[in-house]
Structures are given as C-alpha cells and as structure tokens.
C-alpha cells in the first residue's frame, strides 16, 4: 500500500516521470509501470525498508550546508515546485563540483528533510498546499432529545475556508466519509494534510514524525493523492487553526442547539453555514473575503478522482444456521444458500454492505440501536 501511494504521488502531484520514480524508490521501471496501471490500491501494507546511517564523507560534509539551505527554502515554496532529491545531485554536480554518488544524497537529503520539517512551522500557507484537520463534540436536538454528536473539521490553512460534518461517532467508516464529503465541498484535493495521532489513521507512532499508518488511511490517501503530516505527540498547538475551528463551529453554528428530525437535515444546516460563513469572513492580513480566495485556491488543487472513496470499515463474518450475521451486537439477514459460509462486511455510516464472491449478496441501512433483527424493509 505504501510503495502504491508513493508512486501515485510522485506521479500524479509532482509530475515524474517512471524513470525518476523508478530512481527516486529504488525500485524497477516495470514495478512503477504495474502500480500506475492500477485504479485500485492492493490490500496489504508494504514494510518499510530501515536504512542503517553511516558517517558522512569529507566530500558529502562540503556539500551539507548548501542541501540544508535549498531543503529550508523549499518549505516556503509552492509544493508542486520544490527539490527531488535527484535535481539536488545534479546541481551540487553542476554548480559545485560534487563528486559523492546520488544513492547517497539520496539518503541525506530524507534524512535532512525529516531533520527540517520537524523544527518548521510555516507562518503562511500556498494556495492549494495544506489543509488541517480535527473532531470536536457538540449538542443537538434529535427527534426531540439531546443527541451528543461528532463533528469533522477541515479547513484549508491558505484560504481559510471551513468544512463541517456531523456524524454520531469517530468510527473509522464516519472518519473516511468526511473526507469523501469534504473534498467534494473544497472541489479539490490539497498536497497535504495535517493530522493528530488519531487512531482511525495511526496504528503506531515511530521516531520523529513517522507513523505506522491504518490500511483504510493509506488507501484514502492513494485514491486521493494526498500526503499525511502528523503533529508530534502532545503538540496540537502545531495546528492551531483547526483548533479554532472546532470551537468556532460549536459555538456559530450550533448556538442555540439546533432541532432536527435527522443528521442529514443537520449536515444540510451545516453545509449552508460553512458557505455563509465564507461569504462573510475576511481572510486575516488582506481584504479578501474567504469565498474569494477559496476561488483562487480551487485553481491549485488536485482535481477529485472519477470514482468515489468506499468510505467503509471492513470485517469479516461467518452466516450461522439462521441465515444472519452480527454486527456490534445487530443481527442482520443474508440469502440461506450462504448458510455457516465467511463473508465480508463493508460497514458504511448509512448501511452495511456483506459481500461473497466479490459479489453484495445483501445490504441493509445500518442500525444505530443494539440486538436488533434486521431484515429486508425492517427500516426505513
């Protein structure tokens, strides 16, 4: 999954060619080849290769201030625009006379990087570059009853435009979908995003800013060709704008507590909101409205992909005697003839999809309640 979505990156966002990638990865043409002629991601994660450091030569030592100095410049820089570390060999060859191999400014250069982005905190964003993201809890009136509900924050940190979504958890499936949603609202993907150590999308953290990512994270990242950043541990303030936002939705968007008869009326409510509220806001230091600057950032971002994420969970379940399955304490119907046979279970916020054969042999709208029976038209 990993070796996938760095190929697609390199290809799609940074425009290399499969020769550079081929080069950059370490890896053959035809590997680079197979993975571009792929619309889906495979299902297991690559291990990462550990590379053990070995002390610098005199030659590579001459070199280490002017990487340094390109590396820093280019976080200030346009993402689309910036060094690969096989355009640094070729101009310490061309301008400085550097005599070193490139597999090994190669390595320098990941390991100077790491060293950099993890000490830099960019005061301003390029368009298109950046968005941040966060949950928040929030209050409404469900069907008459104070309903504790979650609600996805994104807002993209040059135009300062604002996404909201609710859901009535922070499961993995609600965590996919609002990406689905919020890139469709934004009209584009940014470059990167960043993220806390939330465990919808960290399985564990590494040294540094290095994470052992989630599955499902990694595929929403190869569909949509963007790139994670995690803020270190116990450092939320990194991404501070998020932060504020959370709180300024709660407080805007849902004083006083709205009534509603369902979540999509109050996700209807929300989407209206985040529209409105770009109308009126300005972005800080200019006299640009956030809708207006939004318009310019949507020019720099990565166009949406043809098909839709499958924004679900996946497990998987045994069909008992009684032609049914159970999901979090729901049972849910399937055709007898897959009776005491496995199959899989595509767990959506809005229904639960099984699956045998690679084929949906069932699927029902999700049940929120607990020891539920649920058979075709036993909901709504």
Known sequence: MAQFYNIKFLHEVEGLSQ???????????????????????????????????????????????????????????????????????RRLQDEYNFKGSESNIRKVVAKRRKKLQDVFIPLDFQLGHQFQFDWGEADIILQGRTQRIYLFCMQLSASRVRFARAYLHEKQEAFLDGFVHAFEFFGGVPTEGLFDNLKTAVVKILQGRDRLEQEAFLALQA????????????????????????????????????????????????????????????????????????????????????????????????????????????????PCSYVGQGVWVKIFVDRVSVVAQNQVIAEHPRSYERNQMIKPGSLP
Request: with cysteine; net charge positive; aromatic share 8%.
């Open 223 to 334: 569909h949509y060709l963007f790139k994670a950043e995690f803020c270190n541990v116990r450092s939320g303030n990194e991404k501070g704008r998020i932060e504020g936002t959370v709180g300024y939705v709660r407080r805007n968007a849902l004083v006083p507590l709205p009534e509603v008869q369902s979540l999509d009326e109050l996700n209807d409510h929300l989407l209206k909101w985040c529209l409105k509220d770009a109308e009126q806001k300005t972005v800080p230091h200019t006299n640009e409205k956030v809708a207006q600057m939004w318009e310019k950032e949507k020019e720099y971002l990565h166009p949406l992909p043809e098909k839709k994420f499958e924004a679900c969970r996946l497990v998987s379940c045994q069909v008992n005697k009684t032609s049914l399955i159970t999901v979090e304490t729901n049972q849910y119907s399937i």
């Open 19 to 89: 020769r550079q990638i081929a080069q950059k990865l370490g890896i053959s043409r035809n590997t680079v080849s197979k993975y571009l002629k792929q619309n889906e991601a495979p299902t297991t994660i690559n291990r990462q290769n550990s590379y053990i450091g070995r002390e610098y030569s005199d030659e590579t030592r001459r070199v280490l201030p002017i990487i340094d100095q390109w590396l820093e410049d280019d976080l200030k820089r346009w993402g689309k625009q910036k060094h690969t570390a096989a355009r640094i060999f």
